[in-house]
């Protein structure tokens, strides 16, 4: 009885350190990433993985003074009011990551562009906030 402890405690730490090494499996790089396959939702990770990609367009659409205070580098701006005035200005021939501050503009407006013929189009979740906390670039 008196070993059956310590011999239960070494069990136990050595399960625990066999389990400890195995990390979760890395972000796709963005060449293995399908542009064209993306899911409705994408992360702030995929998002940035692609956004250079020449068949990525990404698309804010906050209002101006919240664009002014900060957005990704290369990013389109129309506003969400604005949307439909614009349709000519989205392409349909390219994948479209609409953003916006939290993710809740950029989905509506998701939704609105599928219900009208654009099939590409994909909301990244968590907006420009989750963005700046994955620590990713933002220019004024």
Known sequence: ???LIPLT???FTLALTACAGQAGPEPAAPSN???ANLPADVD????AAVQDNPDVVMIDVREQWEYDEGHIPGITLIPMGE???RLDEIPKD???ILTCRSGNRSGQVTDFLRNNGFDNVHNMTGGIVAWENAGLAVEQ
């Open 1 to 3: 009885m008196k070993h």
């Open 9 to 11: 405690l070494i069990i």
């Open 33 to 35: 990433i399908d542009v």
């Open 44 to 47: 702030v990770k995929t998002a």
């Open 83 to 85: 949307v439909t005035n």
């Open 94 to 96: 390219k994948t479209v």
